[in-house]
């Protein structure tokens, strides 16, 4: 879920772009963004809402991490 999303601000193309960026985070690790960082989803949520991005992967190239 998007930070917009988050603070209850208006849907729109980021929100699209944000879901997109934690399904390729997903696809390369296998495990959804921030598990590495939090077990409590309401953590996730708080630190989502607060502007922290997800660890990207670390074996990834600058293309992709410029990408993510």
């Not at 997109?20 to 296998?30: A, H």
């Not at 077990?39 to 992967?57: S, W």
Request: net charge neutral.
């Amino acid at each position: 879920m998007s930070p917009e999303l988050i603070n209850s601000k208006s849907d729109n193309p980021k929100v699209d772009i944000w879901a997109f960026g934690g399904c390729v985070i997903e696809m390369l690790t296998g495990n959804p963004p921030y598990s590495d960082q939090f077990k409590d989803i309401r953590l996730v949520m708080i630190n989502i809402a607060k502007g922290i991005k997800p660890n990207f992967p670390q074996n990834i190239n600058s293309l992709t991490h410029n990408f993510l």
